[in-house]
C-alpha cells in the first residue's frame, strides 16, 4: 500500500520473514528432543527423589512401620549430633587432601601431554584408571596397602623404609583414601585440561614467545586465565564427587579404624540401614544438599564462573 512505511513492512515482506522463523521453530524443537532423555533421567532419578527424600525428613520411619510424621525433630537432633559435625569435618579434611593435589596434577600431566606427547595411546593409558570402577580400585588397593603382604610395603622396605599401617591406621588411613581417589580420577582431570588446552589459540603463545615471554610467564598470562572454564567445572564436580565419598571407603575402612573415616555420606549410611533411622539419615542428606549447592554457588563466585578470556 502506498502509505505503508518501510518499518513496518508489507506482505512480501512477511513473507520472506516466515521461513526464518519456522526454521528457528524447527531447529528449538529438535534441541528440546534432545535433551528430553536426559530432561526426564533428571526428573525420575534426581529431583523426584530428592522432593521424596525432603518428604521423608519430616518423618520417623525405621522401613518396617509406617513412618509417623515428626515435623522438624530430625533437624533439631541433627543440630545436637557431634558425630554428624565429626563426619563433616572428615569430610572436609578429604576434600582438603583430595582436590588440591588432584587439580595441580591433573594440570601438569596435561600441560606435558600437550608439550611433549600428544599421542592416543599415551591418552588412554592416563585415563585408564578412571574405567575402573571405585569398588575394584578399592579392592586392588586394599591388597596392595595391606601392612604384611602388599606389595607397597615390600616396596619400601626394599628402599629402606619402615612398614606402614596405610589403612589401618588412624593417623594415615584417611589420606590413603584421599590417595586412591587421586589415583583414580587424575587421570580424567588430566583429559579435561588436555582439551581445554586443544582450544586455546597457538598464536597467543607465537605473539608471547615474539615478545620474549618465558614458558612460566605464559603459562601464568595465557594458559591459566583461558583455562578457568575448563577449572570451574573441574573443581565443581571435583569438590561435589568429594563430598559424597562412599564406594572406597565402604571397601577399604568402612569408617575406622576408630572412625577416622567416617565420611558424611558413610554416616548417612548407617543411620538408614544399620541403626534403621530412615527419616534422620534423609534430614542429614537434605542439610548436606544444601551444603553442596552453598558450596557449588561459592566456588562459581569465587572463580568468576559467568566470565570468559577468551571473548
Known amino acids: 500500500m502506498p502509505g505503508q512505511t518501510a518499518a513496518q513492512g508489507g506482505p512480501d515482506q512477511n513473507k520472506r520473514l516466515l521461513p526464518g522463523r519456522v526454521l528457528r521453530r524447527k531447529e528449538a524443537l529438535t534441541g528440546y528432543l534432545f535433551i528430553l532423555p536426559a530432561l526426564i533421567g533428571l526428573l525420575v532419578f534426581f529431583a523426584l527423589p530428592t522432593l521424596r527424600a525432603a518428604e521423608i525428613s ?96 615390600a616396596f619400601l622396605g626394599g628402599i629402606g623404609i619402615m612398614p606402614q599401617p596405610f589403612l589401618s591406621s588412624p593417623d594415615q588411613a584417611l589420606i590413603s583414601v584421599a590417595g586412591i581417589s587421586i589415583w583414580r580420577h587424575v587421570g580424567f582431570t588430566a583429559l579435561l585440561f588436555y582439551a581445554g588446552l586443544q582450544s586455546i589459540p597457538r598464536d597467543l603463545y607465537e605473539a608471547a614467545r615474539l615478545d620474549g615471554a618465558s614458558e612460566q610467564a605464559m603459562f601464568r598470562m595465557i594458559t591459566l586465565p583461558l583455562l578457568r572454564p575448563v577449572m570451574v567445572f573441574v573443581l565443581v564436580t ?61 566456588q562459581m563466585k569465587l572463580l568468576h564462573a559467568d566470565r570468559s578470556d577468551l571473548g
Open 58 to 153: 519430616l518423618t520417623h520411619w525405621n522401613l518396617m512401620r509406617p513412618a509417623r510424621w515428626a515435623g522438624f525433630e530430625n533437624y533439631a537432633r541433627l543440630w545436637a549430633d557431634g558425630k554428624f559435625w565429626e563426619s563433616m569435618r572428615i569430610t572436609l579434611f578429604y576434600v582438603i587432601y583430595n582436590i588440591p593435589l588432584q587439580t595441580a596434577l591433573g594440570l601438569l600431566i596435561a600441560v606435558l601431554a600437550d608439550r611433549l606427547a600428544k599421542s592416543v595411546m599415551l591418552r588412554a593409558v592416563i585415563i585408564a584408571p578412571y574405567l575402573i570402577s571405585n569398588v575394584v580400585a578399592g579392592l586392588v588397593w586394599l591388597l596392595m596397602l595391606d601392612p604384611l603382604i602388599g606389595i607397597t610395603n
Open 238 to 298: 571435583s569438590v561435589v564427587g568429594s563430598f559424597q565419598v562412599f564406594d572406597v571407603i565402604a571397601v577399604t575402612t568402612r569408617g575406622g579404624p576408630a572412625d577416622s573415616t567416617r565420611a558424611v555420606l558413610w554416616y548417612i549410611y548407617e543411620n538408614a540401614f544399620q541403626f534403621s533411622r530412615m527419616g534422620y539419615a534423609s534430614a542429614m542428606s537434605m542439610v548436606l544438599f544444601v551444603i553442596l549447592i552453598l558450596v557449588t554457588l561459592l
